[in-house]
């Protein structure tokens, strides 16, 4: 899902029923090749909770990134906020 013109969320399920989350340079750019992706678990557990899907944590869910790091030529790379949103009640699907 896109959350800017040049950051995508993903959201991958495993066959236990674990989910992951997590904020990237878009594949719509040859940096997302070489970027790391950062932890973006607050707008899952939100739409979870506002859907009514019941959920547990099994283990420490880490920060949600405030930065990923736009990689360029000569091992430079530049920062770039990630939004953090506050999501609504209203339905998403």
């Known amino acids: 899902m896109p959350l800017t013109n040049l950051l995508e969320w993903h959201i991958r399920g495993f066959a236990d029923g674990a989910l992951d989350s997590e904020v990237e340079i878009s594949r719509d750019w040859l940096q997302h090749l070489a970027a790391k992706p950062g932890p973006y678990y607050s707008p899952l ?49």
């Open 45 to 93: 557990l939100a739409i979870l909770k506002n859907h009514g899907i019941p959920y547990s944590v099994e283990r420490m869910i880490p920060s949600d990134a405030f930065y990923i790091h736009l990689p360029e030529f000569f091992g430079r790379t530049i920062p770039v906020r990630v939004p953090q949103t506050s999501w609504p009640s209203a339905p998403y699907f």
